[in-house]
């Protein structure tokens, strides 16, 4: 079955750094990866995806890229912020046609932004 | 998105009880599935709800333990069986309304003495 592994576990940058997540999975039929951030109680919210037929997606402050030869994917962060500390899951799924298929979750990332 | 809400968000249980936790979803859904996350852990996928038939479990969780309904592509309901103490973990559901995007509940924050 599907395996992703994540780094790093933990991740602390400076206010206006850059942030990088990096996710690697098994499954070669997988096709579609999002990323969930999930703040201290709350519920994991997904910030942004990425399907195989696509090599990067930019949403503001937020980017991910999808490498499908060497299967991995990862999740960039620019000019951070305090609000953007919080627990980051990637994600991986091989949905076929219109079907939809499981979520097999990285194990998180840690990520704190020093003011 | 979908707005989706479970109840209840929390309860402490004794050993060897029962609980059904309930997910309501605005709209109508394909498919619902249920998670558990024990503290500081990511995200374990312990059954996908199907409407109409029986949920399909993942390896380590059986249908005796985590029985699930799905009478509609609404709703969907998860019971945690004869609770021990390594039962204690936060239960999520999640919807996926189209094509593999799924959304959240709150969570139900489950301890058991």
């Known amino acids: 079955g599907e395996n992703v592994e994540q780094h790093p576990s933990t991740l602390s940058v400076q206010e206006g750094d850059s942030a990088v997540i990096k996710c690697t999975y098994s499954d070669s039929a997988s096709n579609y990866f999002p990323w969930y951030k999930q703040e201290l109680g709350k519920r994991p919210q997904l910030i942004i995806d990425i399907r195989s037929n696509v090599g990067e997606k930019k949403d503001q402050r937020i980017a991910v890229t999808l490498n499908k030869t060497a299967k991995h994917f990862s999740l960039h962060i620019t000019e951070t912020q305090p609000e953007d500390s919080a627990v980051y899951f990637c994600?991986?799924?091989?949905?076929?046609?219109?079907?939809?298929?499981?979520?097999?979750f990285g194990s998180g990332t840690r990520l704190l932004v020093r003011p | 998105s979908a707005v989706i809400s479970q109840k209840p968000s929390r309860d402490i249980c004794q050993r060897g009880t029962s609980l059904t936790i309930q997910c309501q979803v605005d709209s109508q859904v394909t498919m619902m599935f249920w998670y558990r996350q024990q503290p500081g852990q990511s995200l374990t996928l312990i059954a996908t709800?199907?409407?109409?038939?029986?949920?399909?479990?993942e390896s380590g969780f059986v249908i005796d333990k985590f029985p699930i309904s799905r009478p509609n592509l609404t709703f969907s309901t998860l019971t945690v069986s004869n609770m021990s103490p390594e039962d204690s973990s936060i239960y999520l559901c999640?919807?996926?309304?189209?094509?593999?995007?799924?959304?959240f509940g709150p969570g139900t924050r489950l301890t058991v003495l």
């Open positions: 999640s919807a996926e309304r189209s094509t593999d995007t799924q959304y």
């Open positions: 994600a991986a799924s091989s949905g076929i046609g219109d079907s939809s298929y499981k979520l097999i």
């Open positions: 709800a199907n409407q109409g038939s029986e949920a399909t479990y």
